[in-house]
C-alpha cells in the first residue's frame, strides 16, 4: 500500500509585508488560502492550523525573508 504525497502549505509575506498561507496538492493545484493577511508571521501558523485541522496530510513550508 502506497501512502499518498502530503499536500504543502506555504506561509509566505504579500506584496505588503503581510503574512499569508497557500494550500496546495503535490500536483500544485490550490485547495485553500488565507482570507486574511497577518502582522506576524505566528499569527499565520495559527491561521494554518485553524482552517487545515488535519496536520497529517500536509507540511508547512515557510519561506524565508
Do not use: K
Request: charged share 25%.
Amino acid at each position: 500500500m502506497t501512502v499518498p504525497a502530503p499536500d504543502t502549505i506555504r506561509i509566505y509575506r504579500d506584496s505588503l509585508g503581510e503574512w499569508r498561507w497557500i494550500r496546495r496538492t503535490p500536483a500544485g493545484a490550490t485547495v485553500s488560502e488565507s482570507r486574511t493577511a497577518h502582522t506576524a508571521r505566528a499569527a499565520a501558523r495559527i491561521d494554518v492550523a485553524h482552517h487545515n485541522p488535519d496536520p497529517a496530510t500536509y507540511l508547512v513550508e515557510i519561506a524565508r525573508t
